[in-house]
């Protein structure tokens, strides 16, 4: 069984950063592009980014493309979501997410296994 797990979420000034860890345990091959994704209070949830290891490809939503960027470590099986210039908009709940085999984008449908969320809270 597949179990994602987020952890570093927190509150900061706009303009700060925060870095987001996920831990996958469980089945190996599926850390191989997680995906993150977001849900503000009221709002639907969305996708943020999605990626491989260093010298892979990486996806990210406009809103956010620039000031976030995905990491991976194939060898802790851990993935990172590094955030700068964080605005208040930014505010929500951060999900990781394994696909399926496979995959590697911003489709929530074709995750299967989501983390708890970790909160993020930006203030003006």
């Known amino acids: 069984q597949v179990q994602v797990v987020e952890s570093g979420g927190g509150s900061v000034q706009a303009g700060g950063s925060l870095r987001l860890s996920c831990t996958v345990s469980?089945?190996?091959?599926?850390?191989?592009?997680m995906g993150w994704f977001r849900q503000a209070p009221g709002k639907e949830r969305e996708p943020v980014a999605a990626?491989?290891?260093?010298?892979?490809?990486?996806y990210y939503a406009l809103s956010v493309k620039g000031r976030f960027i995905v990491s991976q470590d194939n060898v802790t099986n851990m993935v990172h979501l590094q955030m700068n210039s964080l605005k208040p908009e930014d505010t929500g709940i951060y999900y990781c997410a394994a696909p399926r085999q496979g995959y590697c984008g911003l489709s929530a449908e074709l995750h299967n296994y989501w983390g708890q969320g970790t909160q993020v809270t930006v203030s003006s």
């Open positions: 469980g089945d190996t091959f599926r850390s191989y592009c």
């Open positions: 990626g491989l290891s260093t010298f892979g490809s990486a």
